[in-house]
């Protein structure tokens, strides 16, 4: 069963809070062996209504685990086959303000897979758009090759993405697929899709 950490243990709080959201997040991605999640940090950049960390990243604002004990939880975990660095935003670990290409985490998330076999980092992808594309390019290049984006795809975060930055995710999308396609990130996507809308109409498509 994937199990959990959280920044909210780095602030010194009482492990009882923070186990909350370890049980909330075991309880969403229950079934998968060997994985544990890792809440690197409560910021997020979309602050969607949906969000199972919501409540957590109200309570704890603009929180992440410590670079130095992120580590010691990733050499604890050696040999794992898959680690998952969510959030919020993984990608606005240790910012203050949205710096897309962040190299700070990106080093962190390549250390890890020195001792991981697969690690992947579940993001709404928004970094991706807002550089230009030959940027964006340059900067995955310089993830590990056991390291998966987890591209988080859903009618919620298209709303949000288009409300706040005016980008529309399809186009954050086909971005990443080109990436995929050149070899240069590994992708999958985390797709929810509601069965139906509040007024009855089934989604068939998402993209």
Do not use: W
């Not at 704890?60 to 040999?79: M, N, Q, S, W």
């Not at 910012?95 to 080093?107: C, I, K, M, S, W």
Request: aromatic content about 10%; hydrophobic content about 40%; some cysteine.
């Amino acid at each position: 069963m994937r199990s959990a950490a959280s920044p909210v243990d780095s602030a010194g709080e009482a492990n009882a809070k923070a186990r909350i959201l370890l049980d909330i997040l075991s309880a969403s991605f229950s079934g998968m062996k060997d994985s544990v999640s890792i809440m690197v940090t409560t910021r997020c950049n979309l602050g969607c209504s949906h969000c199972c960390a919501k409540e957590v990243m109200q309570a704890y604002p603009k929180r992440d685990i410590e670079e130095g004990k992120l580590k010691e939880i990733v050499r604890e975990l050696a040999g794992h086959s898959n680690i998952f660095f969510v959030g919020g935003e993984p990608f606005l670990y240790g910012q203050e303000h949205y710096v897309p290409l962040n190299a700070q985490f990106r080093d962190i998330v390549n250390y890890a897979a020195t001792y991981i076999q697969t690690v992947n980092i579940d993001t709404n992808g928004v970094f991706a758009g807002l550089v230009l594309e030959g940027k964006a390019e340059e900067y995955l290049r310089g993830f590990a090759g056991n390291v998966v984006i987890l591209l988080s795809v859903d009618k919620f975060h298209d709303e949000r993405i288009r409300q706040i930055y005016g980008l529309e995710l399809r186009d954050i999308v086909k971005r990443f697929i080109k990436f995929q396609e050149k070899g240069i990130v590994n992708l999958k996507f985390n797709i929810r899709v509601p069965s139906q809308n509040p007024r009855g109409e089934k989604f068939s498509r998402l993209l």
